[in-house]
């Protein structure tokens, strides 16, 4: 797992597969970015190798896959078996859409890192990220999104 300490983060946000809504996974970005975190955004209809292919060339510490169609099971392990076999294992992958209470465990057991479903808190989601990727800023960027405006969450 990367450890990216006092560097800034590089994070890959990706829609794979036919899901054509891509709302939350660009307000999970947006978010991010105004934390501090460097935001790579694929767009939509990414392969599984499309996105592994874009996560190496971009240098990143972490993938989040957005997934609304329900092909999480699929296209989350997919993932992660592509990073395994570019030995770029070390990249973190969390998932956001929705995703079953009961697809959670399996997917976890498959590598991935958090599942962040519909409702969930974007502080928590930029805590989350920087914790596990152990940035030293992480407190620093949940500061700045506190207070904009409809974050005002714990």
């Not at 099971?73 to 395994?84: A, D, T």
């Not at 570019?86 to 929705?98: L, N, P």
């Given at each position: ?47 599984p ?38 030995q ?9 859409g ?5 697809d ?15 409702g969930?808190?974007?502080v ?10 152990g ?5 620093e960027?949940v500061k700045?999104?506190e207070?904009t ?6």
């Amino acid at each position: 797992m990367r450890q990216v300490g006092q560097r800034t983060p590089r994070i890959l946000i990706a829609k794979p597969g036919l899901d054509g809504h891509d709302r939350g996974a660009k307000i999970v970005a947006r978010t991010l970015r105004d934390a501090g975190f460097e935001v790579i955004y694929t767009g939509l209809h990414q392969t599984p190798e499309m996105v592994v292919q874009a996560a190496l060339q971009e240098d990143v510490d972490a993938i989040g896959l957005s997934i609304m169609s329900g092909a999480h099971n699929y296209l989350f392990p997919e993932v992660i078996r592509q990073l395994q076999s570019e030995q770029a294992d070390d990249i973190i992958v969390f998932g956001g859409g929705i995703i079953p209470d009961e697809d959670i465990p399996t997917l976890k057991e498959a590598g991935v890192f958090s599942i962040f479903t519909p409702g969930s808190s974007l502080v928590k989601i930029v805590k989350d990220i920087g914790e596990m990727l152990g940035w030293e800023n992480t407190t620093e960027a949940v500061k700045k999104i506190e207070h904009t405006v409809g974050l005002n969450e714990s």
